[in-house]
């Protein structure tokens, strides 16, 4: 099975912070994507990656970027958190035509 | 990416019905249309997927029904199982043989409870 990891559970972090979410997977897909859900939202895109040091917008990009070095990992980044950051976030690699794996999610706070 | 539209928002069904989820788009240029099943503290997991060349799929007691004219897609949950509660998030993307390699547009989810 594909398996998605993203590095925390659970964050907490400070207004104004620099914040690295980190996701890795194991089956060297080259689709990686990085999602936000909130509640009575959905889950809404906000960069994805097709390859190596290759990235895109993806809906709601606005106070995010993204990095992917290596194949397998893809962090988005927080470049000044801001409480409106709060939220659920997802990471997932494409399987190839058979849809998403997705990871347990990061719930972050931002104080 | 356009919105994709799900209802109802809450559904309670009793054990063995039939548990009914709609989606309706408006980009006529999506061409794959998956259902993501989403339990509390994990991940959203694809339960079934279809294209728009066919008007229904079934997997089990997992039903998509599709109506391209309509623009509407529904998740049909036969015998429905307390098992099944759950979010429900249906989607949408363009780019079928990529199968949402430019990202998929999710409707807003459904929150199922099925009652003993």
């Known amino acids: 099975d594909v398996k998605v990891t993203q590095s925390s559970r659970y964050l907490v972090k400070r207004t104004g912070e620099k914040v690295f979410l980190e996701c890795v997977q194991d089956m060297d897909h080259e689709n990686m994507f990085w999602y936000r859900q909130d509640p009575g939202l959905g889950l809404r895109l906000i960069y994805f990656?097709?390859?190596?040091?290759?990235?895109e917008k993806g809906d709601i990009p606005e106070g995010y970027s993204v990095s992917r070095e290596k194949k397998e990992r893809f962090s988005l980044i927080l470049e000044s958190a801001s409480t409106n950051q709060t939220s659920m976030y997802l990471c997932?690699?494409?399987?190839?035509?058979?849809?998403?794996?997705f990871g347990s999610g990061t719930r972050l706070t931002v104080v | 990416q356009q919105q994709v539209k799900q209802s109802p928002q809450s559904l309670i069904v009793q054990k063995g019905g039939i548990s009914i989820i709609n989606c309706a788009y408006e980009n006529t240029a999506f061409d794959y249309f998956p259902w993501y099943q989403q339990f509390p503290g994990k991940g959203p997991a694809l339960l079934i997927a279809?294209?728009?060349?066919?008007s229904e799929k079934k997997e089990g007691r997992f039903t998509i029904s599709f109506n391209k004219s309509a623009k509407q897609f529904s998740l049909h949950i036969m015998d429905s199982q307390p098992g099944d509660s759950a979010t429900y998030f249906c989607a949408a993307s363009t780019g079928y043989s990529g199968g949402g390699a430019d990202g998929l547009t999710f409707g807003k989810g459904t929150h199922l409870i099925i009652q003993p």
């Open positions: 990656s097709y390859d190596v040091k290759m990235k």
């Open positions: 997932a690699s494409l399987t190839g035509t058979y849809g998403y794996t």
């Open positions: 279809i294209r728009p060349d066919v």
